[in-house]
């Protein structure tokens, strides 16, 4: 007679602990950064990434356009850097933990001697400042807000 509560017990005490794990791992989610420091040429530039993805309410992708997964994101540098030099030939592969990050660039999975047609062609990846620049002012123009264009330079760089 009680022996057929068992595989119920059994099922239940699996889903309580399958439970428990879940709660107490990690979700994966990242801490998203209040405010974001960008140090340039151009004076310090405060961003106000809260402020953008909750008042303003922007969804991630919106600006974290890399397409691999909302699992994590990297830093537009890893992929949009000063100049497509040869530091960044050297290094970039450790920018990424992701193979699928590699495909954002390259059109089949890099080997370590990479064939000549899976060469990236930079002229359509914009260098960081003018990524970001983009990003940042054209967003602007287009929803009429934030600052913009030759008179605002210090709405966004300190002086
Ligand atoms: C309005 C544009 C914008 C939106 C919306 C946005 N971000 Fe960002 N985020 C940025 C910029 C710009 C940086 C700075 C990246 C850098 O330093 O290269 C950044 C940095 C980050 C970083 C740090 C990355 C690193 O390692 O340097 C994380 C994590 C992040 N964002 C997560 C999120 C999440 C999660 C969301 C959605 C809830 C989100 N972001 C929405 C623009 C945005
Ligand atoms: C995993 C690599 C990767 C990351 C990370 C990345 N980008 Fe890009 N981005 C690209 C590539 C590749 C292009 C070239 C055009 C295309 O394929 O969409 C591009 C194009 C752009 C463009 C021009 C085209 C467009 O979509 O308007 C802007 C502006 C830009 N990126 C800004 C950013 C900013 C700002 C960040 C960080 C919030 C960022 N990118 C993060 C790979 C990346
Ligand atoms: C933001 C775009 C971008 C991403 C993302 C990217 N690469 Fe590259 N990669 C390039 C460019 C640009 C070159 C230089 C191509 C050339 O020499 O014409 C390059 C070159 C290479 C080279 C040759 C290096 C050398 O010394 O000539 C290898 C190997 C490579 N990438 C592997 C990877 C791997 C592995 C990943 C993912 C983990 C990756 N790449 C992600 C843009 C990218
Ligand atoms: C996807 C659209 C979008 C992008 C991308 C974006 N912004 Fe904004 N930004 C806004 C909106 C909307 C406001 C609110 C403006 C208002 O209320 O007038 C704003 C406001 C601002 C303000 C004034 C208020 C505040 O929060 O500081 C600054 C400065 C600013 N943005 C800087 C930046 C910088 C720097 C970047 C790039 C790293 C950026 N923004 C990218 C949409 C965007
Ligand atoms: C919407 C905000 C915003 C406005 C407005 C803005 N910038 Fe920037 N600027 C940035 C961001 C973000 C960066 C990239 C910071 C980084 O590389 O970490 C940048 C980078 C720069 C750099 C560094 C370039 C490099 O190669 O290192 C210069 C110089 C610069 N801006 C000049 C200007 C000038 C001049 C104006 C006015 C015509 C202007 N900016 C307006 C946000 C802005």
Redesign the pocket.
């Known amino acids: 007679m009680k022996n057929r509560y068992i595989p119920i017990t059994i099922i239940v005490a699996v889903l309580c602990a399958t439970a428990l794990v879940g709660y107490l791992t990690p979700s994966g989610e990242q801490e998203v950064p209040p405010r974001v420091i960008l140090d340039n040429a151009g004076g310090r530039v405060i961003f106000t990434h809260a402020a953008h993805t909750e008042d303003y309410g922007f969804a991630c992708v919106d600006c974290h356009h890399d397409g691999i997964g909302q699992e994590k994101f990297i830093s537009c540098g890893s992929?949009h850097p000063a100049a497509?030099d040869e530091t960044f030939?050297?290094e970039?592969?450790n920018n990424?933990e992701s193979?699928d990050?590699?495909l954002?660039?390259?059109y089949d999975t890099?080997q370590?001697e990479?064939a000549e047609d899976n060469?990236?062609d930079?002229e359509f990846?914009p260098t960081r400042a003018d990524a970001f620049h983009a990003q940042c002012m054209n967003c602007h123009e287009d929803m009429g807000a934030g600052p913009y264009g030759d008179d605002t330079c210090y709405d966004c760089h300190a002086r």
């Open positions: 992929c497509f030939r050297a970039h592969q990424f193979e990050a590699c954002r660039c390259h890099p370590e990479l060469r990236p930079t990846i």
